[in-house]
């Protein structure tokens, strides 16, 4: 049995930041990881070009049952701190609206620095490692795996959630967590695309524009019968957030920025078998009013002989035309003069307000992250350490805390895991001594 201070189960972003921090507090430290090799998650980030701070922080920037718990945490590590642990591990910025990326312009490079410190701290690396227990014992906790058993006075969990499963996030480490008594909020897909039930979007694929995004969810009441909690009835749909910028219409429903970031609240929605519908606005910087005046002069005054169609051309994207005047009840080839205000004003809030039922997600495969993970209220937001069981602390994706687009989730890998590495290594070598 190998005997060490620090172990960390997980090679991504937060394991290897635990990994560096606590080797760097003189703590003997091993690394666990199931695949063949570390780091895989992390190649794919930003597109392979791995924005990997944002100089915009603060909690609004992160989300969870109690999005707080990230305070105590980027006190400790937080963005200025990052960005000079990866510049002393030759990491240079270059910084474009305030979002962070390696000045080589390729997540390899973020991943190679990590890898190297690893290896100047003497942290010992197992890949194709799987785990087959871990026992609680008096004198620290007990690691059985396929390359053998560890015993250690700190463990780190760091296994991330389930997307992007083939990078390695596939579930494995939950019962172990679990055993230790430990509770997960409902894991969903978050950062996703979102599927529509409309028929219409094989004839909108490919659009891609600036639009404004609302997304209602069915707000579900409850009441009190017999002192059991039972559905009483939906009473309608309620805002829960918005988002403006590029959104991409695809074949099965909506893509893009915006649609990444209202996702989590969707898919959580949808688990809890609640509705959930979006809105668009295809024209947000025109109100209704504006646009009905426009819409006037194009179909009255300046139609020359067009029809209805053909008075939106220049407008929207051809096959963005002919579902819009579908929805609005117009029919397309009828003369543009012919159209009534009625039927304007029901084209305008088609444009503005352009109905979609979500009915799921692109699923754990192509998400970026998740929504849910382990309890942080079964976690000390200081030290990042269990409250239930002594000696085992978490970082990364496992939490229940995941980040807007825009560097935030791997800041939150980088902040927890070095928050995790340093409390554990001052755990694990208070207790040799």
């Not at 490079?109 to 799987?130: G, K």
């Not at 969810?217 to 002192?227: A, G, M, R």
């Not at 998740?370 to 030290?383: F, M, Q």
Request: hydrophobic share 40%; glycine share 10%.
């Amino acid at each position: 049995m190998i005997d060490t201070d620090v172990t960390v189960i997980g090679g991504g972003p937060a394991g290897l930041t635990a990994a560096i921090a606590a080797a760097r507090c003189g703590a003997k430290t091993i690394l666990i990881e199931h695949m063949d090799r570390i780091g895989r998650k992390l190649l794919s980030t930003g597109n392979g070009k791995c924005n990997y701070t944002n100089a915009v922080q603060g909690v609004s920037c992160y989300r969870g049952e109690n999005p707080a718990f990230v305070l105590p945490v980027m006190e400790q590590f937080g963005m200025e701190d990052t960005v000079r642990f990866f510049e002393e591990l030759g990491i240079y910025p270059r910084v474009r609206r305030g979002y962070y990326y390696p000045a080589s312009g390729q997540a390899a490079s973020v991943l190679d620095v990590l890898r190297m410190e690893c290896d100047y701290q003497n942290v010992e690396v197992y890949t194709s490692c799987v785990l087959s227990s871990i026992e609680k014992r008096a004198h620290g906790i007990e690691i059985s795996t396929n390359k053998g058993a560890f015993s250690t006075k700190s463990l780190i969990f760091a296994p991330g959630l389930l997307a992007a499963p083939k990078t390695g996030s596939d579930g494995s480490a939950f019962p172990y967590i679990e055993a230790l008594g430990h509770h997960f909020v409902d894991i969903v897909p978050a950062l996703v695309q979102l599927q529509g039930k409309q028929a219409f979007f094989k004839e909108l694929a490919g659009i891609r524009a600036e639009m404004a995004l609302e997304l209602y969810i069915e707000n579900v009441q409850f009441h009190l019968k017999e002192n059991k909690a039972e559905v009483s009835f939906a009473a309608g749909y309620e805002c829960a957030c918005s988002e403006r910028g590029e959104l991409q219409l695809t074949e099965y429903g909506i893509s893009g920025i915006p649609v990444f970031q209202v996702s989590r609240y969707a898919t959580r929605a949808l688990h809890e078998k609640r509705g959930v519908y979006a809105k668009i606005d295809f024209l947000p910087d025109l109100t209704e009013d504006a646009l009905f005046a426009l819409l006037l002069e194009r179909f009255y005054v300046n139609a020359h002989g067009k029809d209805a169609a053909q008075a939106l051309i220049g407008l929207f994207p051809k096959k963005l035309i002919d579902v819009l005047l579908k929805e609005a009840g117009i029919a397309l080839h009828i003369p543009a003069e012919q159209v009534k205000k009625p039927g304007l004003w029901k084209l305008v809030r088609t444009v503005k307000q352009f109905r979609v039922d979500v009915v799921g997600s692109k699923g754990m495969d192509a998400a970026q992250v998740c929504a849910g993970g382990v309890d942080t209220g079964e976690v000390d937001a200081g030290t990042l350490e269990s409250k239930l069981t002594a000696g085992i602390y978490f970082a990364g994706e496992i939490l229940d805390i995941d980040g807007t687009c825009g560097g935030y989730n791997l800041q939150w890998a980088w902040s927890s895991g070095y928050v995790a590495g340093i409390h554990a290594a001052g755990k694990g070598k208070q207790e040799k001594a």
